[in-house]
């Protein structure tokens, strides 16, 4: 890793940090930060300190400690002596000095030794054109084909059986799936739009079959998978739309068939929850993160309910259901409910088409029907 740039989108600096900091960088993959994030903090006694995501050009987390203590840098040392994977992680401690300037110092263990391999002064730097993570999303989170998500799963077979039971699934679809002569539309939109009622009322009008992401074959392990990290979360939501996908090949030869989400909603979640900050930090429009995996079928139609802040609270106190921690961060997090609707505006090839939810049910209703049928009799 060269440091002639400045290292950072904004200095490390005042409370955040004080005077000292450690911030452990993976440069060994997606894997590797799994790593960090699931075991890292089980591992460690650090009750007191705080970890954050690093914004920075390299993969990491910063770990806070506002005692500064030293046992805790010695247990960061030990966590990364006993990786066996290679290249292995670095330790990057920032330390500020008398004259107030900020350095980092990045170390590595080798043979239970800990040896300084760099050394640079953190200044501030104007923002990037993009957040530092969107480079990493394809291969993190937002999976561009197959054999990626196929590729995180397969890692995790030796210590969470049900991926090996995901991925046996996975191995029974074709890779290669053709849609039938039926009508094929995706139904998407955020919790608490009336996705569900929508999707049902319009299968039932079409006398089309419904299928949802993830499918019902997978759907006993989602709980398993929610707790895991978000690389290991999201290639198990992936991998369950090329199920979906074998199942739209097949049924759409006989009938219509509605999908109650697809990949739009797996990749749009992801964007918003991977990418800090606001709007602005989303990827641009057109950025190829927004299309769609040229191996997965595609729908004829994809269709995005959508109903005012105000509107969508007040069915989601209604529920009276326990909220999945998304519902909850949607319900929480305005900026957040921004950022996933305006992802999915940004999808493209296909795109989404918006329809406004507020209305009641047979409006909706009839207003997604009407859609159904001007586009399919389009030339």
């Not at 500020?96 to 980092?104: I, M, N, S, Y």
């Not at 608490?192 to 993830?214: C, I, N």
């Not at 999908?259 to 929850?273: E, F, G, K, M």
């Not at 269709?303 to 509107?311: A, F, I, K, Y």
């Amino acid at each position: 890793m060269a440091f002639a740039r400045p290292l950072l989108r904004r200095p490390l600096s005042g409370p955040l940090l004080g005077r000292r900091g450690a911030a452990v960088f993976s440069y060994s993959g997606p894997m590797h930060d799994a790593w960090i994030n699931d075991n890292g903090t089980s591992r460690i006694s650090i009750c007191r300190c705080q970890l954050l995501r690093l914004l920075c050009y390299c993969p990491g987390f910063l770990l806070r400690d506002p005692l500064d203590d030293s046992d805790t840098r010695q247990a960061l040392l030990e966590l990364l002596g006993a990786c066996q994977e290679a290249p292995r992680p670095h330790l990057g401690e920032f330390e500020a000095d008398p004259r107030g300037q900020l350095w980092q110092r990045l170390w590595e263990v080798q043979d239970g030794r800990r040896l300084q391999v760099g050394c640079a002064q953190v200044v501030p730097a104007p923002e990037p054109p993009l957040h530092p993570v969107v480079p990493d999303l394809p291969s993190s989170v937002v999976f561009p084909d197959r054999e990626a998500a196929r590729a995180v799963l397969e890692e995790c077979t030796s210590f969470i059986p049900e991926a090996r039971a995901v991925l046996d699934l996975v191995d029974q679809c074709p890779k290669q799936v053709q849609k039938g002569k039926f009508q094929v539309v995706a139904i998407e939109g955020l919790d608490a739009t009336g996705k569900t009622t929508v999707t049902q009322s319009v299968a039932d009008s079409l006398k089309a079959v419904l299928l949802k992401s993830p499918p019902s074959c997978i759907g006993q392990w989602r709980k398993i998978f929610d707790d895991e990290p978000t690389i290991i979360r999201r290639a198990f939501y992936s991998l369950g739309n090329y199920i979906v996908a074998s199942e739209i090949a097949k049924e759409s030869a006989k009938s219509p068939v509605i999908v109650d989400r697809y990949w739009h909603s797996t990749a749009t979640y992801a964007i918003a929850t991977e990418v800090s900050g606001g709007l602005q930090h989303l990827p641009p429009a057109h950025h190829p993160v927004y299309q769609w995996p040229e191996d997965l079928l595609k729908p004829d139609l994809i269709l995005l309910l959508t109903v005012n802040p105000e509107e969508r609270l007040q069915r989601l106190q209604g529920r009276g259901m326990e909220k999945t921690r998304e519902e909850a961060e949607l319900e929480a997090n305005s900026v957040f409910r921004q950022k996933v609707e305006m992802s999915y505006q940004r999808m493209e090839n296909p795109g989404c088409h918006v329809v406004d939810a507020s209305p009641s049910r047979e409006k909706v209703l009839q207003t997604v029907l009407s859609l159904i049928q001007n586009s399919f009799n389009e030339p």
